[in-house]
C-alpha cells in the first residue's frame, strides 16, 4: 500500500501569534504578518486560490488590515469570532494548539479507508495536506494536495474545527481525489460544458458528502442550519434545473436571468440536492445501486428518479429533460 500522508501546519503555527493582536484590534506586526504570509501553506493556498474568486497577496494582507480596524466584517469566521467576543484568542489557540497535536495520519487511514469502501478503483496515493487557520474558502483541492481551513465551515459559532467534522472535510476531499483518478469522462465545449459541470457536481458533492458524512452525527454537515434551510428549497433548486437544461438545449442561456438560481446551486443547491438524491438511491435500491453511479451521471439521475417513484418519497423528480439532454454531454469511458 502506497500511503504516505504528509501535514503541513504551517499557516496555523504561523497564525498563532497574529490573533492577540487581532483580538486587541491593533495593528498586526509586519514581520508577523510577512512570516505568515510566507509559510508554504499560505503559499500553497495563494497560488491556488483563483478558484475562489482570485483571491491575492494584497487581498490577504487587507483581509487583516480590516480585522485590526473590524470597519467592515472580514468574512473570515476565525477573525470574526475574535472581534464578536473579546476574551477568545487565549482559548482559540490552545484548540489550534491541541489540533496540532492530532495523528493525522492514523486519522488520513481512516479518511483513505472510508472513501475506498465507495471508489470503482483504489485510492492509496500520496497526499500533501495544508491546514490553514484563516482563509477564505474551506478547501481547495488539486489532484494529490488539499488545503482545508480548520475554523471554516457551516457554523460560524464553533470554531476551530472539531476533530470529527475534520476527519469527515478531509475524507470527503480524498474521495475527490480517487473519483478524478478513475473519472475518465470528458467535458463538452460551449453550452454543453455547463450542462456537465451542473450534473457533475450534483453527483460529485452529493456522493462526497453523503458517503463521508454517515456515521459522524455529532459533527454532522447534513444536519447544519445551512443545509436544512436549503432542504425546504429542494423543488426551487430542481424546476431551476429543468429551466437551465432546458435553456442550454435550446441554445437561449440568459445569464443574467439565471444567475441567481446559478449562485444559490453552486453555494449549497448542489450539496444538498445532490446528497438527497444519493440518499434516497441508498434507502430504497441498496448501495450497490448508488455505486454504481458512481462513473455515469445519467444513470445516477435516472436511477434517483426511479428511487423517488419507487420509495413514493417526498422529494421533486428531476424533469425528463435533463436526463435527455446528459445522454449527448457525457461521454462514457
Not at 18 to 29: H, W
Request: net charge negative.
Amino acid at each position: 500500500m502506497n500511503r504516505k500522508v504528509t501535514v503541513d501546519w504551517s499557516a496555523v503555527k504561523s497564525m498563532l501569534p497574529v490573533l492577540p493582536y487581532v483580538e486587541r484590534r491593533e495593528p498586526v506586526p509586519v514581520e508577523l504578518v510577512d512570516q505568515l504570509i510566507a509559510s508554504p501553506g499560505i503559499q500553497f493556498w495563494l497560488e491556488h486560490a483563483s478558484r475562489h474568486g482570485g483571491f491575492t497577496e494584497e487581498r490577504y494582507r487587507n483581509l487583516l488590515k480590516r480585522a485590526e480596524t473590524a470597519e467592515v466584517p472580514t468574512r473570515n469566521r476565525l477573525l470574526d469570532i475574535l472581534l464578536r467576543n473579546a476574551g477568545r484568542a487565549e482559548e482559540i489557540k490552545r484548540i489550534l494548539a491541541a489540533i496540532l497535536e492530532l495523528d493525522f495520519e492514523k486519522l488520513c487511514d481512516r479518511a483513505f479507508d472510508n472513501a475506498n469502501q465507495f471508489l470503482t478503483q483504489p485510492f492509496n496515493e500520496p497526499v500533501c495536506v495544508y491546514l490553514m487557520a484563516a482563509t477564505r474558502g474551506s478547501a481547495i483541492v488539486l489532484e494529490n494536495a488539499m488545503a482545508i481551513d480548520i475554523a471554516d465551515f457551516p457554523d460560524p459559532e464553533v470554531t476551530p474545527i472539531p476533530r470529527d467534522m475534520l476527519f469527515s472535510t478531509i475524507a470527503h476531499e480524498i474521495f475527490h481525489m480517487g473519483r478524478a483518478q478513475s473519472w475518465g469522462a470528458v467535458q463538452p465545449d460551449g453550452l454543453l460544458g455547463l450542462a456537465y459541470q451542473l450534473s457533475g457536481a450534483l453527483l460529485e458533492e452529493g456522493l462526497a458528502t453523503y458517503l463521508t458524512s454517515e456515521g459522524y452525527a455529532r459533527n454532522n454537515p447534513l444536519t447544519g442550519k445551512e443545509y436544512i434551510e436549503t432542504l425546504q428549497r429542494l423543488p426551487e433548486i430542481a424546476a431551476w434545473l429543468g429551466e437551465a437544461f432546458e435553456l442550454i438545449e435550446s441554445g437561449t442561456w440568459d445569464e443574467q436571468k439565471m444567475q441567481p438560481g446559478l449562485s444559490l446551486f453552486f453555494n449549497t443547491g448542489m450539496y444538498a440536492l445532490g446528497t438527497e438524491m444519493c440518499k434516497a438511491i441508498d434507502r430504497v435500491l441498496g448501495r450497490d445501486a448508488l455505486v454504481a453511479c458512481m462513473r455515469d451521471s445519467v444513470l445516477f439521475f435516472t436511477t434517483y428518479n426511479q428511487a423517488v417513484e419507487a420509495g413514493r418519497l417526498d422529494l421533486p423528480k428531476l424533469p425528463e429533460n435533463v436526463v435527455r439532454l446528459l445522454e449527448q454531454v457525457w461521454i462514457k469511458p
